[in-house]
């Protein structure tokens, strides 16, 4: 009764609590608490789930030529210049989430199927996707050139000591780095705009929303059509023409 007390008083207009922080932070108490041996039992399960609010606002992409102008400003010559281009060439051309991206394993990529298998970090459904020439080159050039010596079967690696597998924070710092090097006005910093420009591309191309879905590893068909409302382009070409008026100035009348 506490637990669901606290709860309550989050509410602010009677309704279910929104920000999923507070349940999330007492789920992981519990877990603590069970796996320590504090509790008997574990009551992360007694915590209920916050619905998620539907998307106000659109998600914010970037244009192919900026994904472009991005890449190009991120390539260089010092490893660690290498690194970060092959992790956001990941990223800009398969879609993948910053932790999808850092949690390759070298034994996830098949190079003779061309693939790279990543579990989706939402619904943990494993994904195979298609390793284009141009994503695989900046890996065999990172592996070859950059990468630390290591036993660690991790992808990317720090490129100084401590040495280790790198952190979700990582790929964020490279990209806030690189995209003001570029000159790109983003409104939104995140890795995640080059996940949106990706969807974009593919629904443009004609592929199909529950393809889409799959790839970037979408719960719900209702995550990815969001992009359709992104698409106003594409809509404004299917639109049909407003009725004329007959000769005269006649207007067009509804019989009753």
């Known amino acids: 009764m506490i637990i669901v007390d606290f709860l309550r ?7 279910a609590p ?10 992981n108490l519990f877990r603590f608490l069970f796996w320590s041996g504090k509790t008997k039992r574990d009551l992360a399960a007694s915590i209920p789930r916050v619905a998620q609010p539907p ?18 400003a991120v390539w260089s010559a010092d490893p660690t210049g290498r690194r970060n281009y092959a992790m956001l060439m990941i990223l800009a ?28 970090r939402k619904n943990g459904q494993p994904i195979t996707l298609p390793l284009t020439n141009a994503v695989g080159a900046a890996i065999v050039t990172y592996l070859r050139r950059v990468r630390p ?12 000591a401590p040495s280790g597998a790198l952190t979700s924070a990582a790929v964020s710092m490279a990209f ?11 409104p939104v910093r995140g890795t995640h705009c080059l996940r949106h420009s990706y969807a974009i591309t593919l629904l443009r191309r004609g592929i199909s929303l529950k393809v889409i879905g799959d790839l970037l590893g979408h719960r719900s ?10 698409a106003t382009d594409d809509l404004r070409g299917v639109a049909l023409e407003l009725p004329r008026r007959r000769a005269g100035n006649e207007s067009c009348k509804v019989r009753s």
């Open 176 to 186: 806030d780095v690189w995209a003001r090097r570029s000159g790109l006005v983003i």
């Open 93 to 120: 051309r398969l879609g993948l989430r910053a932790p999808e991206a850092i949690a390759i394993r070298l034994d996830d990529i098949d190079w003779r199927a061309a693939t790279v298998s990543v579990v989706a």
């Open 18 to 27: 929104r920000d999923k922080t507070p349940p999330s932070h007492l789920r």
């Open 55 to 72: 998307r106000s606002t659109l998600p914010r992409y970037l244009k192919p030529e900026e994904v472009e102008k991005l890449l190009d």
């Open 221 to 230: 068909s209702e995550s990815t059509c969001v992009y359709l409302r992104l």
């Open 149 to 160: 010596d290591s036993k660690l079967r991790t992808l990317f690696l720090k490129g100084r």
């Open 9 to 15: 008083k989050l509410r602010s207009d009677g309704k």
